[in-house]
């Protein structure tokens, strides 16, 4: 996949997972797998990977608009917060603030974040979550 071909949106959150991975001041080789991992998934080659991070774009106003593409990015960022199987207290406000970013209603905030973790902690998938949030 060229650069040209990876959209701002997506760009700005692989800029969000890298912010993610490192506000806990514990960037971890497990975080750094799974921001690999994240891109590969995404079909995203590593060295694209690297000029994203290495060039960062402005990231307020580049936010998901839909529900789908909201609950994937913040799946993504919850992966990324417990892939050493801790939440710090940095993390989980990092959380808090890219869901109130991503437009949900402050009063949902805590409940958003606290049901992301157990639900990433429990093995579920994105599927599941959607599913279980339509639903």
């Known amino acids: 996949m060229e650069n040209n071909h990876i959209t701002e949106n997506l760009k700005a959150h692989f800029l969000r997972l890298y912010q993610m991975a490192i506000c806990d001041d514990d960037f971890s080789a ?3 797998k799974m921001l690999y991992k994240c891109a590969e998934e995404r079909g995203i080659p590593s060295k694209n990977l690297d000029e994203i991070l ?5 990231l307020k106003s580049l936010v998901p608009q839909s529900i789908e593409e909201k609950i994937d990015y913040l799946y993504d960022l919850t992966i990324m917060i417990w892939a050493d199987g801790i939440v710090s207290p940095n ?12 437009g ?3 009063e949902n905030v805590t409940a958003i974040v606290d049901y992301l973790i157990e639900a990433v902690r429990i093995g579920k998938n994105k599927s599941e979550i959607l599913y279980e949030l339509k639903n």
């Open 54 to 58: 290495l060039n960062p774009i402005n």
């Open 30 to 32: 497990l975080e750094l």
């Open 104 to 106: 949900f209603l402050e």
């Open 91 to 102: 993390e989980y406000a990092a959380m808090q603030k890219y869901v109130l970013m991503f």
